[in-house]
């Protein structure tokens, strides 16, 4: 019986025709970046294990690779109980803490605003389905020093380039506030104490129903009264679209909440400025599972996807975690497992790829100079073997993505069709 050579579940490999259509989008999304003045960096694919775990990253702290100290023997692991104890470092699962602790140790040589690309690999130890993997590409942007809704604006709108760049039309953006959302269960009578365990609860809907949260909500013991007021206004949500004038009715007034509603109202002025109308619609319901979030939060919803492909939000006291001092951030992640699945196929770019098909028993100076040859007039070319049966070798080159070829003892190109 044959040994299983899979990969890894939740792991994936990519074959050549596969991995030049993920870097060709990869490259859209990079254009698109540039050209809105964004610089790419690189982190580490690891980070000390007690960082990651400190960095208030929700469910996904659970879902950590860790890694083993290094020099442990067999009996040494043994004898250690504790996960901490065994383990020093772990597999990064998003690119914003790593973004944070870049940007404190290298603030002294970045602009005062700094718009920064990361576009990695992430992984996350959950239970592989469909669309979830535990190694995926995300393709992030961040803007750090801007306290302001430019940032917010700037970010929705340079990642709706990005999409219609790589023709995934249709795209939604979902966006709240998690200061209105503070609001929100404090005008309902939600204590301090019990305010994540409701969030919590909130962010299920989409999931589990109506119903099921209302049934989720009683069971807190919130109050008397309280889990119906929160029940009232999740169906009002749920009835048709609301704006931010009518949700304001709901709350107590304050000053924080204010600032959300004039900040939300820039962005969604701006945006609709620059991209038209209907693009971005206020959901008061988002909450974004991610506890580093402390102001606008946001999510990209597609009609054919079953779930979000992007969405980030603002997370102004990430950075003062390294730094020693707060410093406003705000950044957009684009889930490009699920674009792979959405984008139409790009058009080709670069050289025409061509198969050069040469005899087994060739001369190596005269086939490679023959390759410099069709190269030097524009072409990038695959050395291809000639066999017996030449369909199959007609059909390998198709498999490659290549639609023309040459013949060692020819001088013209010939299309597959």
């Given at each position: ?183 929100l269960l404090a005008s309902a009578g939600v204590a301090d104490d019990q305010r994540a365990a409701v969030l919590v609860v909130i962010d299920k809907r989409d999931k589990i ?81 991610l506890g580093y979030y402390t102001g606008t939060i946001f999510e990209v919803e597609h009609p054919e996807s079953g779930s979000s492909i992007g969405g980030g939000g603002r ?103």
């Amino acid at each position: 019986m044959s040994k299983d050579v899979s990969p890894a579940r939740g792991f994936r490999d990519y074959a050549p025709t596969d991995k030049a259509r993920r870097d060709q989008l990869l490259s859209t999304i990079r254009g698109v970046y540039a050209e809105h003045g964004f610089a790419e960096i690189e982190t580490p694919v690891v980070e000390p294990l007690d960082r990651l775990r400190s960095s208030d990253g929700g469910d996904n702290v659970g879902m950590i690779f860790a890694i083993q100290r290094r020099g442990l023997t067999v009996e040494d692991a043994h004898a250690i109980d504790a996960v901490h104890e065994l383990c020093d470092l772990g597999l990064r699962y998003d690119l914003t803490v790593p973004l944070s602790r870049f940007y404190a140790s290298e603030h002294s040589r970045l602009p005062r605003v700094a718009r920064l690309i990361q576009i990695a690999p992430v992984w996350r130890a959950e239970r592989p389905q469909k669309g979830r993997f535990r190694q995926f590409t995300q393709c992030d942007i961040d803007i750090i020093g801007e306290p302001g809704p430019l940032a917010e604006t700037e970010l929705v709108t340079t990642t709706l380039t990005a999409l219609d760049a790589l023709g995934v039309r249709g795209a939604t953006v979902r966006i709240n506030d998690r200061r209105l959302l503070k609001a929100l269960l404090a005008s309902a009578g939600v204590a301090d104490d019990q305010r994540a365990a409701v969030l919590v609860v909130i962010d299920k809907r989409d999931k589990i129903g109506l119903e099921q949260v209302q049934q989720q909500l009683d069971g807190l013991e919130l109050g008397d009264g309280v889990a119906a007021t929160l029940g009232r206004h999740l169906q009002r949500f749920a009835s048709g679209p609301i704006d931010a004038g009518e949700f304001a009715a709901l709350l107590d007034p304050g000053d924080e909440a204010t600032a959300a509603l004039d900040d939300h109202r820039t962005i969604l002025a701006g945006v609709e400025a620059i991209v038209g109308p209907g693009v971005v619609r206020f959901d008061p319901t988002l909450v974004r599972g991610l506890g580093y979030y402390t102001g606008t939060i946001f999510e990209v919803e597609h009609p054919e996807s079953g779930s979000s492909i992007g969405g980030g939000g603002r997370y102004d006291g990430m950075v003062g975690r390294f730094l020693g001092r707060d410093v406003p951030a705000c950044g957009f992640s684009l889930g490009f497992e699920r674009l792979v699945d959405l984008a139409p196929d790009p058009e080709a770019s670069g050289p025409r790829r061509i198969a050069l098909v040469h005899p087994t028993d060739a001369d190596a100076t005269q086939v490679l100079t023959a390759k410099r040859a069709w190269i030097a007039r524009g072409h990038a070319v695959t050395l291809i073997p000639r066999a017996k049966n030449m369909r199959r070798v007609l059909d390998e080159v198709r498999a490659l993505g290549i639609a023309a070829y040459a013949t060692l003892d020819g001088d013209e190109l010939r299309d597959l069709g």
